[in-house]
T-cell receptor, first 110, second 114 residues
């Protein structure tokens, strides 16, 4: 699976949009970009995933660049409960193993 | 919302003892996984299980570890002879298929080996 690079930490004010970047310059054509998050001491939680097109669900939006070398997870109106570690993971559709990196620690402040 | 249930939430065991961590995956899910997270470190894959057999395992999952789905509902991780370095949070996950779209993780079991 392609390596992903994320900032170690980010801050966001409550109510504002949180934009979390991820670089995956070596991603291959059959690798999806998945985002998970882990709220302190809890199990990872699936957020969203995409291959080429931008995606949106009730939790977030995922913007993938045309060359697929980077993506951005957008939480449109961050709340205090969105404080968590966010993981960007490239997943080969043929494999079942999620490989977690260090992720981005997002701190949402009042 | 359906959830993966893990018991116990915290287990303390003496070094060298056997421990069994239990998980009840979501009922219609077919794929099952164990992950662990040592305090302050990354979430690490241990093993995946499908159709009553291991489909993939990591280097961490050595002969001291085993998994079982004894009764069609529970999914267990057994550590035969625990070591201090086995102290970690252990997460069970399940998914309908091998794609991770609908994978749900449990809240974890904190294992402390003393």
């Amino acid at each position: 699976d392609a390596k992903t690079t994320q900032p170690t930490s980010m801050d966001c004010a409550e109510g504002r949009a949180a934009n979390l970047p991820c670089n995956h310059s070596t991603i291959s054509g059959n690798e999806y970009v998945y985002w998970y998050r882990q709220i302190h001491s809890q199990g990872p939680q699936y957020i969203i995933h995409g291959l080429k097109n931008n995606e949106t669900n009730e939790m977030a939006s995922l913007i993938i660049t045309e060359d697929r070398k980077s993506s951005t997870l957008i939480l449109p109106h961050a709340t205090l409960r969105d404080t968590a570690v966010y993981y960007c993971i490239a997943v080969n559709s043929g494999y079942s193993t999620l490989t977690f990196g260090k992720g981005t620690m997002l701190l949402v402040s009042p | 919302e359906p959830e993966v249930t893990q018991t116990p939430s915290h287990q303390v065991t003496q070094m060298g003892q056997e421990v069994i961590l239990r998980c009840v995956p979501i009922s219609n899910h077919l794929y099952f996984y164990w992950y662990r997270q040592i305090l302050g470190q990354k979430v690490e894959f241990l093993v995946s299980f499908y159709n009553n057999e291991i489909s993939e395992k990591s280097e961490i999952f050595d002969d001291q570890f085993s998994v079982e789905r004894p009764d069609g509902s529970n999914f267990t991780l057994k550590i035969r002879s625990t070591k201090l370095e086995d102290s970690a949070m252990y997460f069970c996950a399940s998914s309908v298929n091998s794609r991770w779209t609908e994978a749900f993780f449990g809240q974890g079991t904190r294992l402390t080996v003393v």
